[in-house]
């Protein structure tokens, strides 16, 4: 499974656990580097949302150790 998957795979639960929330996924090839967009920003007071964070960054870290992953939010 290559990054973009692994990433793709792992919105999938999010969406399932925040069903109201959004998410978007942008990946810069040259850079290679995976942006998670998330919406509303106020997810990341949730400490379920924060752990599922939390885990899935360590996840791809030790996966893909060539690339990048960052969460933002407005």
């Known amino acids: 499974m290559n990054s973009t998957e692994f990433v793709n795979l792992k ?3 999010l969406k399932r ?3 109201t929330a959004r ?3 942008e ?3 040259l850079m290679k ?8 920003g106020r ?3 949730n400490p379920e949302f924060s752990k599922f ?3 899935l960054t360590n996840s791809f870290i030790k996966q893909y150790r ?3 992953i960052l969460f933002v939010s407005d």
């Open 11 to 13: 919105l999938n639960e």
């Open 43 to 45: 997810l990341y007071y």
């Open 66 to 68: 060539n690339e990048g």
């Open 27 to 29: 990946y810069d090839g």
């Open 53 to 55: 964070e939390r885990e």
């Open 33 to 40: 580097f995976h942006t998670i967009y998330v919406r509303p």
């Open 23 to 25: 998410f978007r996924h």
């Open 17 to 19: 656990h925040f069903p």
